[in-house]
């Protein structure tokens, strides 16, 4: 939806606030507003730019993006749970962009301990293997390499969003 894509917009816009800070930008997207749901797509903009490169407006070097590391920055956040909950949504991107094999990213979702945040992050892998410029065909090898549940999963997802690109261009 456009509020959606609206907060999510911000959050890597509020960056400009404080670039080498991680906590600034995360507290700025606190005063968007009153609902958590906007609050949260801010801070997953606020992550995306600074924890992915390539994403944000600000040198890379300026990053907080580690590639040995996909769950960095997320435990500078202790102190701070919704922020780490966000965070940990990005660990399977963080990973990807790390170069590493799809099926080496599931045990770095499979780590963390918050169910939500695991799902996101496996629901983000799934993406990322549906949305990659493959052929279907080589879309449903990605997902077999994952192995076990996850196959199925990814390959629905995949299938999803076939039917949805066909349906939008065919």
Do not use: W
């Not at 963390?112 to 449903?140: F, K, M, T």
């Amino acid at each position: 939806s456009f509020a959606v894509e609206c907060f999510h917009a911000l959050g890597h816009g509020v960056i400009d606030y404080a670039p080498r800070d991680l906590l600034k930008p995360l507290k700025a997207c606190d005063q968007t507003s009153i609902k958590n749901s906007d609050r949260q797509q801010c801070y997953g903009g606020v992550f995306m730019a600074l924890t992915r490169p390539n994403q944000g407006f600000i040198s890379e070097d300026a990053l907080f993006y580690d590639p040995k590391d996909p769950f960095y920055p997320c435990g500078l956040l202790e102190e701070f749970p919704i922020y780490k909950h966000v965070c940990l949504f990005d660990v399977s991107q963080r990973a990807i962009h790390a170069k590493l094999p799809y099926r080496d990213v599931v045990p770095f979702c499979e780590r963390i301990e918050d169910q939500d945040a695991q799902q996101v992050c496996l629901n983000q892998l799934y993406g990322s293997i549906a949305h990659n410029p493959a052929s279907i065909y080589d879309r449903y090898q990605l997902c077999r390499s994952l192995e076990g549940y996850y196959v199925s999963a990814c390959v629905q997802r995949a299938l999803e969003e076939f039917r949805n690109n066909q349906r939008d261009f065919g």
